[in-house]
């Protein structure tokens, strides 16, 4: 056991339970458990999204990505950054002014039924949980690598102390938590980042140029192909990627943590600048690992390179920076843990529970134990599934979950917003295909079958080719809802489309 990294370990552990302590005593109100009663400015928000978004798959997937692959690794990258303008300019703003705690309140405003407010809750648990997996994975795979604790219990800890911060302290701990994290991940990530550079004399030319012989890649290395073999592969992930963002139900519920919509979009704009900068470090991270750290000890401690980034810290500062990076990398995953449970709970009790089962008469108290008893029952869900995916890295896990979330839940947010004939069947009938395709297709791809014994999770011929089902479902998401629109006998309510068009630009309730 490294006893430096246990004791940062407990200090990071510490600081977040004091943190949830005191946001306990001012989470009273479902306003207060569900957006921290929109009193967050809008960099305040903006580091919070930072750190609800540079997550395991970030910190820890990518370098190790980048790290094996190469030039491939950096899709992700690429993919994550540019996904937020897709955000900035249709997203941000329509769903500040038209939601209220959840994804599903945007659409009920237009659509303002049971069966649209409901499934766009399952989705929005089942994304949550499929992104959660990744972050459980990570951790699992980060204790075990530091404190020798078997992978079982490592994932179990987490899911405890994740479900504390949401259980007791709500949207204002879990914001706070963030913030805390996106500070020491940024500082842990440039600190790295220079040492690295330091070691190839300050010169990114000469980075490239000793890459080219510094893995068993040669050339190769700084090559796009390493990992995605198939062009419609690297498609299908940077679809997924670039689309993805705007639908995840973690980053959306931070929208209504904030006032007004202009603090909405300053907040991504800062979020951006953050998740910036933090990329661009992730090469540092990937090809220092490759260089300093090897192949073969990547590949030793973790099958997927996901501790590439604090093998990187051990190998070039010692034990106090790789005790530091592990603990910071801890609280990534606890930070982002923590907003995927609290969007999955408050779609249960906000969504299902008070709209669907008690027909919006609910107390607040009620809906507050209803998300707790919630964020249990997600937390145990994800626990039980990660410890079927502990081989597979963090990065692509997510980058899964990201097309999920385009092929499910993008179609609906623009058409909600854009599409005047846009009608309840569309919304269901897309919000339930594409959720049903994209989930089916991973189902069916080569990462749960493999000819190979031990290369994923059954032994078989995958029935789907490709990695990421993105190509397929994201279009197959937007034809549903197209065609559930057409094909319905119901008209649109016209006059309630100018409604939603004027209140999801200006912000005006009941413009008409």
């Not at 370990?9 to 302590?21: A, D, E, N």
């Not at 490239?208 to 690297?234: E, I, R, S, V, Y």
Request: glycine residues 8%.
């Amino acid at each position: 056991m490294n006893m430096l990294a246990f004791i940062l370990f407990l200090l990071i552990v510490g600081l977040t339970l004091v943190i949830t302590y005191f946001a306990s005593r001012r989470t009273k109100t479902t306003a207060d458990f569900y957006t921290a009663d929109s009193s967050l400015t809008g960099w305040q928000n903006g580091w919070a999204i930072a750190g609800d978004y540079m997550s395991a798959a970030s910190f820890l997937g990518i370098a190790g990505m980048v790290a094996l692959s190469g030039f491939d690794g950096f899709f992700y990258s690429i993919g994550f950054l540019v996904a937020y303008l897709v955000v900035l300019y249709i997203v941000a703003e329509p769903l500040r002014n038209l939601g209220k705690y959840t994804m599903a309140d945007m659409i009920a405003a237009r659509f303002n039924e049971k069966r649209v407010r409901g499934v766009a809750a399952l989705n929005t648990i089942s994304i949550s949980t499929f992104y959660m997996i990744a972050q459980l994975v990570g951790a699992g795979a980060l204790i075990k690598l530091l404190l020798g604790i078997d992978y079982l219990y490592s994932v179990i800890i987490v899911g405890i102390l994740m479900t504390v911060y949401v259980v007791f302290g709500g949207m204002t701990a879990t914001s706070w938590v963030q913030i805390v994290k996106a500070v020491l991940l940024m500082a842990g990530t440039f600190i790295i980042s220079l040492i690295v550079l330091a070691k190839f004399d300050f010169s990114v030319i000469e980075m490239f140029k000793q890459m080219k012989t510094a893995t068993p890649l040669g050339a190769d290395f700084l090559n796009p192909g390493n990992k995605f073999k198939d062009p419609l592969d690297t498609l299908s992930l940077n679809l997924a990627l670039v689309l993805g963002t705007a639908g995840l139900p973690h980053i959306l519920i931070r929208f209504f943590t904030v006032k007004d919509a202009i603090t909405a979009r300053k907040s991504v704009v800062y979020a951006t600048w953050i998740i910036g900068i933090f990329y661009i470090m992730t090469i540092f991270l990937g090809f220092g690992a490759a260089a300093f750290v090897g192949y073969d000890k990547i590949i030793a401690a973790n099958a997927a390179g996901n501790m590439a980034a604090p093998l990187l810290a051990d190998a070039i500062g010692g034990d106090f920076l790789f005790a530091f990076v592990s603990a910071v990398a801890f609280a990534t995953i606890l930070a982002v843990v923590a907003g995927l449970v609290l969007s999955a709970a408050s779609a249960f009790a906000h969504d299902f529970y008070g709209h669907i089962i008690r027909k919006g008469q609910a107390t607040d108290k009620e809906q507050v134990v209803a998300a707790r008893w919630a964020s249990i029952g997600v937390s145990i869900l994800s626990i039980i599934l990660a410890l079927f995916a502990q081989n597979m890295n963090v990065a692509f896990l997510v980058s899964l979950a990201f097309a999920v979330a385009a092929s499910a839940n993008l179609p609906i947010i623009i058409f909600t917003v854009f599409w005047k004939r846009f009608n309840t069947a569309g919304a269901v009938t897309g919000m339930i295909v594409g959720l049903a395709s994209s989930l089916i297709l991973v189902f069916l791809s080569p990462n749960v079958w493999s000819p190979i014994e031990g290369a994923a999770i059954f032994v078989g011929e995958p029935l789907f080719p490709l990695a990421n089902p993105g190509i397929v479902s994201i279009p197959v998401g937007f034809l549903a809802a197209i065609a559930g629109t057409l094909l319905s006998s119901k008209k649109a309510d016209a006059k309630k489309y100018d409604e939603i068009l004027v209140t999801a630009n200006t912000g005006m309730k009941d413009p008409l």
